[in-house]
């Protein structure tokens, strides 16, 4: 009998009544291309994760992976624990757990017994991301609850898996020795043959969650900046996920900087966002934290240069000068400046889009699932 896997997941993959796939976060991909590589390889996986929209169903497989939603769209403290309370129930009868990023690693102390492994896309107790998400008080318990999953991870954890050296780094600050042992790196994957480079169009794109620090603000100022070169230029701004405090800043700005021929697109299907990322001219991409930035990989394999804001993560993905333009983190000007130069020397950027790529293909990503499998 084939050992049963349960990856316990705030965030899911999930297909529309049309059967069309939709996936609103790299966690969530992460997860879903961990889980169907198990699948493959004759696991029985099922992800339980929290039921985030409406047109989500309760169960449905996807890739030969189960995945049930149990819970309001809501996600209000006492919703969160009877979540949590679900997820330890159906935790005994796996033989594996993973755990994804965030509050599902606060089981951890309670299934101690089991095989765990825990997923961290990030570490933001580095950074100022808890404040810039919520009020005082509560990015303060923000940042004690990352910290405790944090301890418990290093206690209770077989292997801890991040998605990247960045973040690797990063909870390096926070473990021992011993349990330093634990952390392995296997970053996302994409798998490149589903991507291709269409007939370029006269728009940039902007891809990601409306956060404050994804900076939807910082791309808007760049689209008014190269508008000013380059009048015929036309912009669309994919919501990935809408905070409406967020949004509502996003309107205000477009209005005041009279920005024209600027589209919002809402809820796409993967197909969809596939298309606009292959006629797309540069990604726009001011995020200030990144794990690893899945869309900046989709970007690349769809023959589309990147303007971002320099990180860690990008290490290895985006060399400026070739297959993008990185500005100092927060120079909003120097970002400005690098999207221009990508669009007056469109050419040798794009050549260069996919030199980074083969190591994040999924027959790299398959070799690292069966690495795990050995610890099992």
Not at 333 to 358: D, E, H, R, W
Request: charged residues 25%; contains cysteine.
């Amino acid at each position: 009998m084939s050992k049963k896997i349960l990856f316990i997941s705030e965030a899911s993959v999930y297909k529309d009544k049309n059967g069309f796939f939709h996936s609103k976060s790299g966690g969530a991909s992460y997860v879903h291309n961990m889980a169907k590589s198990f699948s493959k390889k004759g696991f029985n996986v099922v992800v339980f994760s929290l039921k985030e929209f409406e047109e989500q169903n309760d169960e449905e497989i996807i890739d030969g992976v189960l995945y049930i939603r149990r819970f309001s769209i809501n996600r209000g403290s006492f919703l969160m624990v009877k979540y949590l309370f679900f997820a330890f129930k159906m935790a005994f009868s796996y033989d594996i757990v993973f755990y994804n990023q965030f509050l599902p690693h606060l089981l951890l102390a309670l299934l101690f017994f089991k095989q765990n492994f825990v997923i961290f896309h990030d570490v933001y107790l580095n950074n100022k991301v808890w404040f810039n998400l919520f009020s005082k008080k509560k990015a303060y318990f923000a940042s004690f609850l990352e910290y405790l999953q944090i301890k418990f991870a290093s206690v209770f954890s077989k292997k801890i898996l991040v998605v990247s050296e960045s973040t690797k780094f990063k909870i390096f600050k926070y473990l021992n020795n011993k349990s330093k042992t634990k952390v392995i790196v296997v970053s996302n994957t994409i798998n490149l043959k589903k991507y291709k480079t269409l007939k370029k169009e006269n728009f940039l794109l902007f891809v990601a969650r409306f956060v404050n620090y994804k900076r939807p603000i910082d791309a808007i100022c760049v689209f008014k900046f190269l508008q000013n070169h380059h009048p015929d230029l036309k912009f669309k701004m994919v919501v990935t996920r809408k905070f409406d405090n967020v949004y509502l800043q996003i309107k205000q700005k477009i209005n005041e900087l009279s920005i024209k021929n600027l589209e919002l697109l809402e809820n796409l299907p993967e197909h969809s966002l596939l298309d606009l990322y292959s006629k797309a001219l540069v990604l726009i991409h001011p995020s200030v934290v990144e794990g690893q930035g899945i869309v900046v990989l989709e970007a690349l394999a769809s023959g589309t240069p990147v303007s971002a804001y320099d990180l860690p993560a990008y290490n290895g993905i985006l060399i400026s000068g070739k297959n993008s333009e990185l500005a100092k983190m927060n120079d909003l000007n120097a970002l400005k400046k690098a999207s221009l130069k990508i669009l007056n020397n469109y050419s040798i950027y794009q050549k260069n889009t996919l030199i980074t790529l083969s190591k994040f293909d999924m027959k790299t990503f398959d070799k690292s699932i069966n690495d795990i499998i050995d610890y099992f």
